[in-house]
């Protein structure tokens, strides 16, 4: 393009250049052709606005972003093999950290899945059932707030963090007053639960619903009519129902798409069909749509927790048959760890059996008859499937989590391909992928 | 498992459910994979099946999705027997066994029929059963029907030697990254998958690490003066 | 580094190693390193209820080139291991490592093939801080142990002096295999 339009001429000074000028048209297409606007642009691993170790890989034109590719597994950690060598119980450790910060779905994806293959499904006593929703609905509300909290961060809406990681901490409280830990609780187990409410949590828990009522409102007030926020968001990361179903993708991604497709209303678990609660949806396909919606299920999950509240019996939380449930239920020491003396004595002093049955169960673990089966939730971000199989024996043999931020993610080069750079940020933190559940 | 009667265990007739898959053997008393077997029981042999295949009826609506699969695939010339290797019902979830070269056929089916309507494909998950030999590498389909409110499983199944199934990328493009996943960790290879490359594992990364003679890799850790060996090299029960 | 390290030891050198020591501990910009479970324990501790900006160090730099303390939050892959190498020698000097929670201070549970054990593999750490994950109050004393340890670093020649000091008090070291009982 340059040597033919400046014609030239030998002098004794040198090579002298005529240079006419072009036809602008001329100039523009050479322009376009030369390609040297496109740009191929990492995105990740470590960036502060991918939700974690993503990698995004970005061909882009100017602002504008002509290809995007996921790199991921920056995060794998083997838990599926890693399970493999672990007794059945030990499993919901390792599940539990897989969408940290779902921690609750996994365990509970989980313990049905081997509660199926044991076929005890009908044993599992109401309490443990309940306090599983219960929990569920207050995992599902803090995950929802790191979503909207960690999404307004990357807009630049610093306020909105704030919000949510303060509300958040009230959800923890409670995790950390039931289960002793604030995330990956490994609470739910197969028959049941790990222990029963601790004394006076059902006053707290209504506590919380009343300061929840009241400061949801706040994030309305902050964002949902924002000019900047809903035009950071509104039409950005369209994904329709076709789109959906063809990548797969579930959760507020396809409700977002106007299906109100939710596996506790299609194909209930943990006896969710006895619940009253609404699926909200949207009609826009785009991120404020999504973000609409996490709000809505906010309040919905509060709906569920105080049904819960409503129908807590007294009652064991763990199956009667002591082939699976631990024959000791716990009962700290001074310490604080492990079983209590006279607890220990009262079992050594009294049977033997129930010595030699405890050490073997703890030991080695029940056995669960072979078989697969397939049982699915549905976590704040979609479908989450266990894909459980049996050979028999103490352990997993393999254990296959259907991660939707997996799926979903993969819905990010058809939100992102066409549009802005800044709008791709937004259109993966609508999506809310957490990297522990991609990669698990 | 016919040395099974040489042995003394076999005098007692062991209620081993033939009509299954057998995925392997177990052998002792307490599965004890090394270390030996102190409880008298060493020499006891058993064989692990999977539920085997199940005659009709199959109750409920899976003989209603059995019946519209296999009228579809009459009418496209394909003999249901042929395509559907065995249907097993367990634990209330239906699972058609399919040949893997009528795998495309079968799901474009099971997608486009309107008495079936499959449209959702929650990906494949790779099992490798080192025992069954000629079909150790398992690829489990889980397919959710939002209209009918069903879900069924699809298990194809290939020999180690030749690990080789259609892609069903073309079907259901969800599975493209579910089924590089699964590559990736059993080395199960998608033909017309339109860029099979590793996705979890770096990309020079040798072997197939969730396949079951590929070992756990863990170190042994010192704890307290002693060594501890990794998860997979411990004495141990299953 | 600058003129500080050309100092001739002495009362001066001491003096200015409390200042730097001092300017140094009291405005640590960490670098986003979040990685899993431990990153999300990472942000609550820069969130309201916690409030990292009590110590000055509330803004996480999403540039390496602007930090100097990396908080390796959570499990570190094989594949994760290179990008994190990077990333620290990206930092500028000095620069310090804590390694937050089990998973980067030894691979924790994930004994396996998947995961480095220990991320002292590839960085020089210098606090591990145990947890799974530890609560956002161990974040902070682990900060403020940091900040103890920043305020003692030397500089020029003394640091020679404390490096040569800590080698030989590292090679007289037992290993650890060899001291028994429990409590140690």
Redo the contacts between chains.
């Keep these: 393009m340059t040597t033919s339009q400046a014609s030239s001429r030998t002098t004794t000074e040198g090579t002298v250049y005529t240079v006419t000028g072009g036809d602008w048209d001329e100039v523009v297409e050479s322009a376009a052709k030369a390609d040297d606007e496109r740009i191929i642009v990492n995105m990740g691993p470590q960036h502060p606005s991918t939700h974690g170790v993503l990698r995004l890989i970005l061909e882009i034109d100017g602002e504008t972003v002509q290809e995007a590719r996921c790199g991921?597994?920056y995060l794998?950690t083997?838990i599926?093999?890693?399970l493999?060598?672990?007794s059945w119980t030990q499993g919901t450790t390792f599940v539990t950290r897989m969408d940290y910060l779902t921690p609750f779905f996994n365990e509970a994806a989980y313990c049905l899945g081997v509660e199926?293959?044991l076929?005890i499904e009908d044993q599992i006593p109401d309490r443990a059932t309940v306090l599983r929703v219960l929990l569920m609905e207050l995992n599902r509300i803090s995950s929802h707030l790191v979503c909207v909290a960690t999404g307004g961060m990357e807009l630049g809406a610093t306020t909105i963090m704030i919000y949510g990681f303060r509300d958040r901490e009230l959800v923890l409280d409670l995790f950390e007053m039931i289960t002793g830990l604030r995330m990956n609780h490994a609470f739910i187990r197969p028959g049941g639960l790990a222990q029963d409410l601790p004394p006076g949590a059902v006053d707290r828990i209504r506590e919380f619903i009343t300061t929840m009522r009241k400061n949801l409102p706040e994030y309305d007030k902050l964002a949902t009519g924002n000019p900047i926020f809903k035009a950071r968001m509104q039409d950005v990361g369209y994904l329709d129902l076709a789109g959906c179903?063809?990548?797969?993708?579930?959760g507020p991604v396809l409700r977002s798409a106007g299906?109100p497709?939710d596996l506790r209303r299609?194909?209930p678990y943990c006896g969710y069909e006895t619940y009253d609660f609404e699926v909200p949806t949207a009609d826009t396909c785009d991120a404020y749509g999504r973000f609409l919606i996490r709000l809505e299920e906010m309040r919905q999950s509060l709906r569920i927790v105080e049904q819960c509240l409503d129908r807590l019996e007294p009652g064991p939380v763990m199956v009667a048959d002591k082939k699976i449930a631990w024959p000791a239920q716990l009962a700290l020491g001074p310490d604080g760890l492990g079983n209590s003396l006279d607890h220990i004595r009262n079992i050594m002093g009294t049977s033997m059996e129930a010595l030699i049955h405890h050490f073997k169960l703890v030991?080695?673990g029940f056995r669960v008859p072979?078989?697969?089966?397939?049982t699915?939730l549905e976590s704040p971000k979609g479908?989450l499937?266990v894909?459980v199989?049996s050979?028999?024996?103490?352990?997993p043999?393999?254990v296959?989590f259907?991660d939707p931020s997996?799926?979903n993610?993969?819905a990010m080069a058809a939100m992102c391909e066409g549009g802005q750079v800044a709008d791709v940020i937004v259109a993966v933190a609508s999506i809310d992928p957490v990297m522990g559940g991609v990669?698990r | 498992m016919s040395d099974e009667q040489n042995t003394n265990s076999g005098q007692v007739p062991a209620p081993v459910d033939r009509s299954?898959e057998v995925?392997?053997v177990?052998k002792g008393m307490?599965?004890a994979n090394n270390g030996g077997d102190t409880s008298g029981y060493g020499g006891l042999v058993r064989t692990?099946?999977?539920?085997g295949a199940t005659s009709r009826p199959y109750g409920g609506w899976f003989d209603e999705v059995a019946d519209e699969l296999e009228g579809a695939l009459e009418e496209q010339d394909l003999l249901p027997s042929e395509a559907i290797e065995k249907t097993v019902v367990?634990?209330?979830?239906l699972?058609f066994h399919i040949a893997r070269e009528h795998l495309p056929r079968v799901a474009r089916t099971l997608r486009d029929d309107p008495a079936l309507r499959f449209?959702?494909?929650?990906?494949v998950?790779?099992?490798?059963y080192l025992g069954d030999k000629g079909r150790e590498l398992h690829a489990?389909y889980?397919l959710?029907s939002?209209t009918h409110?069903r879900?069924i499983?699809l298990e194809v199944s290939t020999p180690d030697s030749d690990p080789h199934i259609p892609s069903l990328v073309e079907v259901?493009?969800?599975?493209?990254?579910?089924e590089r996943?699964t590559y990736d960790?059993f080395g199960l290879v998608f033909d017309g998958h339109p860029a099979l490359t590793?996705?979890?594992?770096?990309d020079d990364?040798q072997g197939f690490?969730?396949r079951k003679d590929?070992?756990?890799?863990?170190?042994a850790?010192?704890y307290?003066?002693a060594?501890i060996p990794?998860?997979?090299q411990r004495r141990?029960?299953? | 580094m600058g003129l500080e390290e050309k100092l001739p030891s002495g009362f001066v050198l001491t003096t200015v190693e409390q200042a730097a020591g001092w300017v140094r501990k009291s405005s640590v910009f960490p670098a986003t390193f979040g990685l899993a479970c431990c990153a999300i324990e990472m942000m609550t501790t820069g969130a309201g209820r916690y409030d990292l900006a009590r110590f000055g160090m509330e803004v996480f730099r999403g540039s390496p080139r602007q930090a100097d303390l990396m908080i390796v939050a959570g499990r570190v892959s094989?594949?994760m291991a290179p990008v994190l190498r990077q990333v620290y020698d990206q930092m500028p000097s000095p620069k310090w490592v804590i390694s937050m929670g089990v998973c980067a201070s030894?691979?924790g549970m994930f004994?396996?093939?998947?995961i480095v054990?220990g991320v002292d593999h590839i960085v020089p750490v210098d606090i591990y801080l145990p947890g799974c994950p530890p609560r956002p109050e161990m974040l902070m004393d682990a900060i403020l142990k940091l900040h103890q340890k920043i305020q003692g670093s030397k500089l020029g020649v003394n640091a020679e002096e404390a490096a040569r000091e800590a080698e030989e008090a590292a090679l007289n070291a037992l290993p650890?295999?060899?001291?028994?009982?429990?409590l140690?």
Aim: glycine share 16%.
């Design positions: 991921i597994g794998h083997g599926e093999k890693n493999e060598f672990r199926k293959l076929g179903m063809a990548l797969g993708a579930t299906l497709h299609t194909d030991t080695e072979p078989g697969q089966t397939y699915a479908e499937g894909h199989v050979d028999g024996g103490t352990r043999f393999r296959h259907r997996f799926t993610l993969q990669d | 299954g995925i392997g177990r307490f599965g692990v099946t999977l539920p367990d634990r209330g979830e699972t449209e959702l494909c929650t990906g998950s790779g099992v490798h489990v889980h959710r939002l409110g879900l499983r259901y493009p969800t599975n493209d990254w579910h996943e960790f590793r996705i979890m594992m770096p990364w690490p969730q590929y070992p756990l890799g863990g170190i850790v010192e307290k003066g060594q990794a998860p997979d141990s029960y299953s | 094989q594949k030894s691979g004994n396996n093939y998947a054990q650890l295999i060899e001291m028994k009982g429990l140690r």
